[in-house]
C-alpha cells in the first residue's frame, strides 16, 4: 500500500474509556452458526499457504504475479471453486474465484494483491523470500503489504465452502496483480474491461490496521474513506538575461515566492463523516495531552485547531493531511546553465484533495494565495472522473466490521481516510462501499524498520491467524443465510 503503518508514538494511547460506542460482548454470529471453524486445525494449513506465497518473489517491476495466481487457482479448483483469470499481460494475471449466493443479498468483494515493492536484500536479516519463522515473526517482503489479504481471503473462501455455508450473496475473492504503482495490469484494467465480475455492494481490502503498543492492541483503523490525487503544476515567467546582473521578477525567485505562500496558507479544515468521526473516537483512545489535540480539531476555537494542526504536522503528518486538502511540491524545473537566467520555471505539486472538495473553487482559492500574474497554475490530472463514494459508517458492513474488532481485538473501529492513494479507489468511483482493514502490528516494530515498504518486513505468526479469523467472522456474518 501507499502509506505503510507509519509510527504513533505521539499518540501513546492509553486504555479505551468508558463511553466508547460498539464494544459488544454478545457471542460471535459466528459461533452461533451450527458448524464452526476449527481456528486450531486451520492454523497450520494457514501457515503453509502463508509462506508459500510469501516465498513467490512477486517484486514490481516486474511483478511475475502469475506465481501467485497459478498457486491460488490449483488450492482452489481443488477443492470445487471456480476461479477466473483475466489478464492483460500473462505474466500479471489477475484472479477472481467467487462462490455463489441466493443472491438475496447484492455480492461481497474480498480483495488483496499479489504483487510487492523491491527489496534489497544486503538488508534483511533473513533472505526477503525465505517466509523464515523466528522469535514469533514470519518474516518477508509481503508479510505486511499484501500476502496477509491473499491468505485470508483464500482460508475464507476454502472455509465457507467446506462447510458449506449458505450465502445470502456471492463472496467473490479478487487477488490483482500491480498494486505497487502499475494498476494498469490490476485493478485498472479489471475494473475498465471486466468490471461485472467483481461488481459488489461492500469490498475489503488492505488500507487499514490494527494498532499495538506494548503488545496490547490499541485501535483497529479502519479506511472509509480516501483523498484523491490530483496534480498541479505552476509555471512562472520572467526575462531573461545574463547571471551577473539579476533582473527584477526572475522566474526562479517567482515560482519559490509562490511555492512558498502555499506552504504558509492556513487552510480552512474541511471535514467528512469519516475524518469527523476519526478525531472524535481517537480521543476516545489516546492519552490526555494526544486527546486534546484530537478534540481541539473538532471544536472551535481558532488558536488550538491552529496548534492542533501545526502539532499533527510534525508529529503524525498524516492527521495534518487528513483536515484539509493537502499541496507537497515534488518537483522544480529551472535553468540550464549557471550564467543564463531563465526565462520559464515549473514546479509540480502533489495535491491530495479531500473527496468533497470542489476542484474549481480549490484552483480560485491556489491562485489568490499565490497572488502574481507571473505565475499560472493548471491541473496536470483529469479533475472530472469519478470521485471514491464513502463507505457508510451506519451501514450493516460497518456494523459487522465493529462487532468483528470487538470481539476478536477486544478493541474499537475507528474509521479514517487514507491520504495516499489504494486499489479501492477505483471500486470506490463505482459506488462500492469499501472498507480497509488489516493486520495487528507493533507501534514499536515500524521504528525498527520493520514495516510495509521497509528495509524489512515481518508479521507477528499470531497476528496472521487472528486476521483470517476476523476476516472469515466478517465475510460471514455478511453473506450467511438466514
Ligand atoms: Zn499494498
Redesign the pocket.
Known amino acids: 500500500?501507499?502509506s505503510p503503518l507509519r509510527t504513533f508514538l505521539r499518540a501513546a494511547v492509553v486504555a479505551v474509556v468508558v463511553g466508547v460506542p460498539c464494544l459488544t460482548t454478545q457471542a460471535p454470529l459466528s459461533a452461533q452458526a451450527s458448524n464452526p471453524p476449527n481456528w486450531n486445525a486451520l492454523e497450520s494449513e494457514t501457515l503453509r499457504h502463508f509462506q508459500a506465497l510469501l516465498r513467490f518473489d512477486t517484486s514490481n517491476p516486474p511483478g511475475n504475479e502469475y506465481l501467485v495466481t497459478d498457486y491460488l487457482k490449483a488450492a482452489l479448483e481443488k477443492e470445487g471453486i471456480a476461479v477466473q483469470i483475466v489478464a492483460s499481460d500473462p505474466k500479471r494475471p489477475n484472479l477472481i474465484a467467487r462462490l455463489k449466493g441466493s443472491g438475496r443479498k447484492p455480492p461481497l468483494l474480498y480483495m488483496g494483491?499479489s504483487d510487492v515493492v523491491t527489496v534489497d536484500p544486503k538488508k534483511w536479516t533473513f533472505p526477503p523470500f525465505s517466509a523464515t519463522r523466528d522469535g514469533g515473526y514470519i518474516y518477508g517482503r509481503g508479510s505486511l503489504?499484501?500476502k496477509p489479504h491473499v491468505v485470508a481471503g483464500l482460508m475464507t473462501l476454502l472455509t465457507l465452502k467446506r462447510l458449506n455455508v449458505a450465502l445470502d450473496r456471492d463472496v467473490i475473492f479478487l487477488v490483482e496483480a500491480g498494486?505497487?504503482g502499475s494498476s494498469g495490469v490490476g485493478i485498472g484494467y479489471i475494473v475498465q474491461e471486466h468490471y461485472p465480475l467483481i461488481d459488489a455492494e461492500y469490498c475489503f481490502a488492505?488500507g487499514g490496521n490494527v494498532t499495538r503498543v506494548a503488545s496490547q492492541v490499541k485501535f483497529a483503523a479502519i479506511q472509509a474513506q480516501e483523498k484523491v490525487s490530483r496534480g498541479m503544476e505552476l509555471v512562472a515567467t520572467g526575462p531573461s538575461g545574463h547571471g551577473s546582473a539579476p533582473l527584477a521578477g526572475m522566474a526562479i525567485v517567482e515560482l519559490s515566492k509562490a511555492i512558498a505562500a502555499l506552504s504558509a496558507w492556513r487552510q480552512p479544515f474541511l471535514f467528512n463523516t469519516t475524518s469527523r468521526e476519526f478525531f472524535r473516537l481517537m480521543a476516545t483512545v489516546s492519552s490526555p495531552d494526544d486527546a486534546l489535540r484530537y478534540r481541539a480539531v473538532l471544536g472551535a476555537d481558532p488558536a488550538a485547531r491552529a496548534a492542533a494542526h501545526d502539532s499533527f504536522q510534525k508529529s503524525e503528518p498524516r492527521y495534518a493531511s487528513m483536515l484539509h486538502t493537502s499541496i507537497s511540491p515534488t518537483i522544480v524545473n529551472g535553468g540550464y546553465r549557471s550564467n543564463v537566467i531563465p526565462s520559464e520555471a515549473k514546479a509540480t505539486l502533489d495535491v491530495r484533495m479531500v473527496p468533497e472538495e470542489d476542484p474549481a473553487a480549490f484552483l480560485d482559492e491556489v491562485l489568490k494565495v499565490i497572488n502574481n500574474p507571473a505565475i499560472t497554475v493548471r491541473y496536470t490530472s483529469n479533475t472530472a472522473r469519478p470521485i471514491p463514494a464513502p463507505a457508510k459508517l451506519d451501514s450493516e458492513a460497518f456494523k459487522v466490521v465493529q462487532s468483528a474488532v470487538a470481539r476478536n481485538y477486544d478493541s474499537v473501529a475507528i474509521p479514517m481516510m487514507g491520504t495516499g492513494a489504494?486499489d479501492m479507489a477505483q471500486v470506490r468511483t463505482k459506488g462500492q462501499q469499501c472498507f480497509g482493514i488489516g493486520p495487528a502490528a507493533d507501534l514499536e516494530d515500524a521504528a525498527k524498520g520493520f514495516a510495509?515498504h521497509s528495509d524489512q518486513e515481518r508479521i507477528l505468526e499470531a497476528e496472521i491467524y487472528r486476521f483470517v479469523r476476523f476476516s472469515y467472522e466478517i465475510v460471514f456474518d455478511l453473506a450467511r443465510g438466514n
Request: no cysteine; charged share 50%; glycine share 10%.
Open positions: 500500500m501507499g494483491h503489504d499484501d498494486e505497487e488492505e489504494t510495509a
